[in-house]
């Protein structure tokens, strides 16, 4: 663990449901999470959660973080607000940092060109399309994907963008992390065992 912290992007109408796993997960591992927002003032999440960010996005570097995570939002498909959030990521990925993006945010990924040439998944592949990004071929069918050091993963897959994210953090890996994925995502029974086992509970 690099002892860096882990930012999480929030910025009004951002899915809450779909970074819970992932930054729980982190933060148990002993991960800090700082929010990061278009600046300081607060925002409200499409559940109706105010945060209050802890720093703003023009003042995060890379080199102080461990990972970005940019959760879905209404805002990636009706405005450019959240545009500056693609642009650091670009930075980020450009400086070997780690970007996890899930849902809307892939949009933002792909309207930056950062899915052009990078294996990805999102929604459904239409939904990328409509962007007029170049990188349709290397769209994949799948729950989530890491392609070196991004993740991708579409709305209704909170579980899979985690698991990607603590494989990708060496957090969990091997037996420990397919028992975490199949408790949570299948409500498997035996993987509770080996996670018991392993000292995760």
Not at 38 to 49: D, F, K, W
Not at 122 to 142: M, N
């Amino acid at each position: 663990m690099s002892g860096k912290p882990v930012h999480l992007a929030v910025y009004d109408t951002l899915a809450d449901w779909e970074t819970g796993h992932a930054t729980a997960q982190l933060a148990r591992a002993g991960h800090a999470i700082r929010t990061v927002g278009p600046s300081t003032a607060p925002v409200t999440s499409t559940g109706g959660l105010r945060i209050r960010p802890d720093a703003a996005l023009e003042d995060v570097r890379p080199e102080d973080s461990a990972l970005l995570i940019l959760p879905g939002a209404d805002l990636w498909d009706t405005t450019d607000d959240l545009a500056p959030f693609a642009r650091k990521a670009r930075a980020f990925l450009a400086a070997g940092v780690p970007v996890a993006a899930i849902c809307g945010a892939t949009a933002g990924l792909a309207r930056e060109g950062l899915l052009d040439d990078r294996a990805h998944t999102s929604a459904v592949s239409f939904y990328l399309a409509a962007t007029g990004y170049a990188g349709g071929e290397r769209y994949v069918e799948t729950d989530a994907v890491t392609d070196g050091i991004l993740v991708t993963a579409g709305p209704t897959e909170p579980v899979a963008f985690a698991r990607e994210i603590l494989r990708l953090l060496g957090v969990y890996e091997g037996e420990v992390l397919d028992a975490w994925y199949r408790l949570f995502h299948d409500s498997d029974a035996a993987a509770y065992a080996v996670l018991e086992k392993a000292g995760e509970l």
